[in-house]
């Protein structure tokens, strides 16, 4: 019933910045605890960030730490992943991922594409 799109991908050089967002529809947002994943070529996906539903909460992987931040806008359905000085080692699909109350991710946005390369 929740459905997730990513948007604000592109192509941005090292050291550069972008902004992801993840607009939601169906259910109560403002009661999923939110994630964002990312996955390159021929890896498996891996954990970015999360957020809770009220935003009191987040959590980041040691790879991301201090250069990413998640937030969220409940009034908007929207939860938005701000990238900072951005490597190549960065260069994957991200998605955008929604829990509910059994606090596993059971919806999934189609993902959008960051390439970071000079």
């Known amino acids: 019933q929740v459905q997730l799109v990513e948007s604000g991908g592109g192509l941005v050089q090292p050291g550069g910045s972008l902004r992801l967002s993840c607009a939601a529809s169906g259910g109560t947002f403002s009661r999923f605890t939110m994630g964002w994943f990312r996955q390159a070529p021929g890896k498996e996906r891996e954990f970015v960030a999360s957020i809770s539903s009220g935003g009191g909460s987040r959590s980041y992987a040691d790879s991301v730490k201090g250069r990413f931040t998640i937030s969220r806008d409940n009034a908007k359905n929207t939860v938005y992943l701000k990238l900072n000085s951005l490597k190549s080692e960065d260069t994957a699909v991200y998605y955008c991922?929604?829990?509910?109350?059994?606090?596993?991710?059971?919806?999934w946005g189609q993902g959008t594409q960051v390439t970071v390369s000079s």
């Open positions: 991922a929604a829990a509910g109350v059994g606090r596993t991710y059971d919806y």
